[in-house]
């Protein structure tokens, strides 16, 4: 819809200088059906946005959208209603929305990060904390879809404003502790200094999702009572083995990925002694993002055995890339390590 706006305004004014020839009369008439056709264009345009900023706030991608808008209606309506059909409107408005929107109190980054921190403040007070820095005892837990909200203006203001925007809530000397940590990690420690879990902004529950988990590099991982680690990286439909020697032996690690083969858990077999140990990935993955509120775990939770008691083995997951399916889950791709202990 923009495309079609700008590159036609944009053709035309190049045309312009044509327009009063007798052979280049047609352009005349181009003009003028081209910018009556703009009239349901821009106001859906101006529906989608207003639609978007009312769900979600005004952002810098949306104020200028809306700027956009805005431009093309005075062009617009100019073009249809005056005689004279100046160019140079075209121009001068786009001068003047440049400037508005990059300087001052109206300026694009000033309107969004105040409109996101409003529409913060205003979740926060929903769910008792009534913009004090800290929560109150008494106060119950955001909702789920609560937390989703703050957790995505939480991400929004502190990768496009940095950590000033949360000046109103944290402390400076919070905000210098946060400022030491890296960017990536920020987020989800600014929303529990201010009370509640990081959720992330998608959900778990979206079928066709894909969702990327990780451990939190924070955590760490028990491994005194193996012998081995074999690391491992890249399984997926099309690399579902790897093959790791182990003094005169080898291990062979099996994933079943494919759609297909949703019944069948993760294998993991000792050649030539051919010893099988079955892990039931999958659905112990659904059970535990069925109650998680965030894409990071801890080394326990991503720790994963065989149904076989005292197997001598644990598979440790540091990444895992899944899909949400109408029947559980799909996963696309692992990374992590395989502990062993050895065979007596």
């Known amino acids: 819809m923009l495309w079609y706006s700008v590159v036609g305004i944009l053709s035309l004014l190049l045309l312009h200088p044509l327009r009063d020839r007798i052979e280049s009369r047609w352009i005349q008439a181009i003009s003028k059906w081209f910018y009556l056709a703009l009239v349901p264009l821009v106001a859906m345009l101006f529906l989608a946005i207003m639609r978007r900023i009312n769900d979600y706030g005004v952002t810098e991608m949306r104020y200028f959208v809306f700027a956009m808008a805005v431009g093309l209606t005075i062009v617009m309506i100019y073009m249809i209603v005056s005689k004279r059909k100046d160019v140079r ?83 400076d000397s919070t905000t210098k502790t946060l ?56 399984l997926n439909p099309s690399a579902p083995t790897r093959d790791f020697a182990i003094g005169q032996d080898t291990c062979r690690l099996v994933v079943r990925l494919n759609r297909s083969q949703a019944d069948r858990p993760l294998h993991r077999s000792f050649v030539p002694s051919e010893i099988v140990r079955i892990v039931p990935l999958r659905e112990q993955l659904v059970t535990l993002l069925d109650s998680a509120a965030t894409d990071k775990f801890s080394g326990a939770q991503l720790s994963f055995y065989p149904t076989e008691a ?11 890339n899944v899909r949400r ?6 996963v696309l791709a692992l990374r992590g390590f395989l502990l062993l202990r050895r065979p007596q």
């Open 310 to 320: 005292d197997s001598g083995m644990k598979a440790v997951l540091t990444i895992v």
């Open 89 to 171: 409107l075209i121009p001068i408005v786009i001068c003047l929305l440049a400037f508005f929107s990059a300087f001052g109190p109206w300026s694009a980054f000033t309107v969004s990060r105040t409109n996101q921190q409003g529409r913060f403040e205003a979740l926060l007070i929903k769910n008792g904390n009534a913009g004090r820095r800290r929560r109150s005892e008494a106060a119950d837990d955001p909702s789920l879809e609560d937390r989703q909200d703050l957790s995505s203006i939480v991400s929004y203001l502190n990768e496009l404003h940095g950590l000033k925007a949360f000046s109103p809530w944290l402390s």
């Open 179 to 234: 400022d030491t940590l890296p960017a990536y990690s920020r987020s989800e420690e600014i929303t529990l200094r201010l009370g509640f879990a990081y959720a992330h902004p998608g959900g778990w529950d979206a079928e066709g999702k894909w969702l990327h988990l990780t451990i939190d590099d924070r955590e760490s991982v028990e491994i005194s009572e193996y012998d081995f680690m074999l690391p491992f990286e890249g």
């Open 325 to 330: 399916i109408e029947d559980g889950l799909e």
